[in-house]
């Protein structure tokens, strides 16, 4: 013999169970299905915090020819310092950083050809007047880390120094 159910009952489970059901499935879809966090940026350095080096081997590059007289060969070596994957990196001292420059820097061992090609594309561009200017100059590592961010990504290259630059 079977208990009747009472009518307030009855719309509760005809309307609880089924909406329970579904606030359930919603919740679980959204969980499952939600776009992972993305992780937190790094920081651009503080003064006097440096990211790992990337240096790039001194190459020998022929300039424009615009101005007739002018220097015909620029020797320049070009450094990148990159942003590293963790901000932990800056506070790294000693062997520690030595590894973890090292393990940062293998990341980037494909694209120093294209470095090496973005670099000498760009020197190239000029003419020894520009590149004997401090302004000339100046304008040129702008370029240079337009383009080494253009190869590695907007957020890796954070600088670009010259460890070498004689005009010939």
Do not use: C, W
């Amino acid at each position: 013999m079977r208990l009747p159910i009472p009518r307030g009952r009855r719309a509760i489970l005809a309307l609880g169970v089924p909406l329970g059901l579904a606030a359930a499935g919603a919740f679980v879809f959204t969980t499952v299905s939600a776009a992972p966090k993305a992780p937190a940026a790094i920081p651009d350095p503080s003064p006097g915090q440096l990211g790992p080096m990337l240096v790039l081997d001194d190459k020998v590059i022929n300039l424009s020819t615009l101005v007739p007289g002018g220097y015909k060969y620029a020797k320049i070596g070009v450094t990148i310092e990159l942003r590293p994957s963790a901000a932990s990196f800056y506070d790294l001292h000693g062997a520690d950083r030595t590894k973890q420059e090292t393990t940062e820097l293998a990341k980037y061992n494909d694209q120093i050809p294209l470095l090496i090609d973005a670099v000498g594309m760009t020197v190239s561009s000029h003419d020894s007047a520009t590149l004997t200017t401090i302004d000339g100059r100046a304008k040129l590592k702008d370029e240079l880390l337009a383009a080494a961010k253009k190869v590695l990504g907007d957020d890796v290259a954070v600088a670009v120094f010259f460890t070498n630059f004689v005009m010939q």
